[in-house]
């Protein structure tokens, strides 16, 4: 297991902090896996630490190792989200009105919640137009406004925590497509003037976004739905239907959501 028993509450605190990052990075490339140089590279820990880390991950079970030295999620970790999903149902709530916004645009629907500096995605939808745009696979995370979900979960922050998701992200945003803190900044002051999100090409060119949040009764994002297809087809007039579907839904979303008394804040 981890080992925090040490004298220095805050050295304990340090190490479970440090284990998390890790556990986010290797959750983050979790189809292909994540090397020990690159997480070193990504969240500046020295070597050493790092491995003594992940050993002690791997050993927990939280984290297993292949034979080409690449990190992936463990059994242990599997086996706590199952336990978790049972008292967390947004999945199962949101799920008929994905079905209804992905029905009536035609394009892909993505359902995608707040997870630290990064956005989560929670479900996805495929409608009936032939070009499927699978841009985010379910329980993939990505920084927070990439994409047009995670741009709308971003937006709709406080300004204080959109700050600080702002400047965390910052070394990983030029990886998606050359986005930089200011067109991040600018993209969210173009989204709450809107009342809505809008992202094209950056986390993958030649496709087109938008998205809105699913406020809570303070206005903070509890979720957010998208809707994603290729730049060609989300013309002027599409984007406004897609908007008017994506507006009725998250209303009734939301609606449901305040009947059944969630909270997954």
């Not at 509450?9 to 979790?30: D, I």
């Not at 491995?51 to 059994?75: A, N, P, T």
């Not at 730049?231 to 009725?248: E, F, N, Y």
């Amino acid at each position: 297991m981890l080992d925090i028993s040490s004298k220095n509450p805050a050295a304990g605190s340090q190490t479970v902090a440090r284990a998390m990052e890790l556990l986010r990075v290797v959750s983050t490339h979790s189809r292909e896996g994540v090397r020990l140089v690159d997480l070193v590279d990504a969240l500046g820990l020295s070597r050493p630490t790092a491995h003594r880390l992940l050993k002690e991950l791997v050993d927990c079970g939280l984290l297993m190792r292949s034979h080409d030295k690449r990190y992936y999620l463990g059994q242990f970790a599997y086996e706590l989200g199952l336990s978790a999903a049972s008292h967390f149902h947004l999945r199962e709530l949101c799920a008929p009105f994905l079905d209804k916004v992905a029905e009536a645009t035609g394009d892909t629907v993505f359902l995608v919640v707040r997870s630290g500096a990064d956005s989560f995605c929670l479900d996805r939808r495929t409608g009936a137009f032939p070009v499927k745009v699978f841009s985010v696979e379910v329980g993939n995370r990505q920084p927070l406004g990439v994409g047009a979900g995670g741009l709308a979960l971003l937006a709709w922050l406080n300004e204080d925590e959109r700050k600080a998701a702002i400047q965390a992200n910052a070394p990983r945003l030029p990886g998606y497509g050359g986005l930089t803190p200011g067109l991040l900044e600018t993209l969210v002051e173009e989204a709450r003037k809107q009342g809505h999100s809008r992202i094209s090409d950056f986390a993958i060119a030649g496709v087109t976004g938008v998205g809105m949040p699913v406020l809570d009764r303070a206005g903070q994002p509890i979720a957010a739905m998208s809707v994603t297809a290729i730049s060609m087809r989300m013309t002027p007039s599409h984007q406004a239907d897609v908007l008017k579907d994506l507006d009725r839904e998250v209303a009734r979303l939301r609606s449901a959501l305040y009947r059944s008394g969630s909270r997954v804040r």
